[in-house]
T-cell receptor, first 114, second 112 residues
Framework: NAGVTQTPKFQVLKTGQSMTLQCAQD?????MSWYRQDPGMGLRLIHYSVGAGITDQGEVPNGYNVSRSTTEDFPLRLLSAAPSQTSVYFCASSRGQGGHQPQHFGDGTRLSIL | SQQGEEDPQALSIQEGENATMNCSYK?????LQWYRQNSGRGLVHLILIRSNEREKHSGRLRVTLDTSKKSSSLLITASRAADTASYFCATDPQGGSEKLVFGKGTKLTVNP
């Protein structure tokens, strides 16, 4: 099993560009989430999904969009990239309710906005 | 906002010594989890301890939870250079919010 796979691993964008960060899991997990990790800030929740067709906002959702059309995939879209979105982005998945279960993380996408 | 706060922010020890990291949180929880993050990698789950549990062990790891003080500790015994990583606590606040809230982490360096 591959677990949680994130692509790309690195990306450089110009301000105003849009892009999609991909996340796929092969564990049939209902719960998926996106976090961003900034120096000294720990991980902050952007969006999460409790199943296909259901998404909700986390702590820092502004500037990001998500959809969950399948159980396996949970892409994160940056609508108009800003330098403040320079960060490392992690996707995670788990069985059942997100907070109640161990999370499986991908290795992250390192994103720089110029 | 951050729920858990780890202490210390950084810890440097020699191989073979024990490492203790603490986590304090603000609101009542369903469970508390500890994760490890090696440099440049994603987080890896270590232990989940539920609010009605006081202590759990996994190999060289020992986690305690004191809900009256809203605090938890992670003890790594007989540390190895390979234990060098950042360690995060994450809380599942009561209220059914489906959100796991992470602290800022403790950076552990184990010197050979």
């Amino acid at each position: 099993n591959a677990g949680v796979t994130q692509t790309p691993k690195f990306q450089v964008l110009k301000t105003g560009q849009s892009m999609t960060l991909q996340c796929a899991q092969d564990m049939n997990h209902e719960y998926m989430s996106w976090y961003r990790q900034d120096p000294g800030m720990g991980l902050r929740l952007i969006h999460y999904s409790v199943g296909a067709g259901i998404t909700d906002q986390g702590e820092v959702p502004n500037g990001y969009n998500v959809s969950r059309s399948t159980t396996e995939d949970f892409p994160l879209r940056l609508l108009s990239a800003a330098p403040s979105q320079t960060s490392v982005y992690f996707c995670a998945s788990s069985r059942g309710q997100g907070g109640h279960q161990p999370q499986h993380f991908g290795d992250g996408t390192r994103l720089s906005i110029l | 906002s951050q729920q858990g706060e780890e202490d210390p922010q950084a810890l440097s020890i020699q191989e073979g010594e024990n490492a203790t990291m603490n986590c304090s949180y603000k609101t009542s929880i369903n469970n508390l989890q500890w994760y490890r993050q090696n440099s440049g990698r994603g987080l890896v789950h270590l232990i989940l301890i539920r609010s009605n549990e006081r202590e759990k062990h996994s190999g060289r790891l020992r986690v305690t939870l004191d809900t009256s003080k809203k605090s938890s500790s992670l003890l790594i015994t007989a540390s190895r250079a390979a234990d060098t990583a950042s360690y995060f606590c994450a809380t599942d606040p009561q209220g059914g919010s489906e959100k796991l809230v992470f602290g800022k982490g403790t950076k552990l360096t184990v010197n050979p």
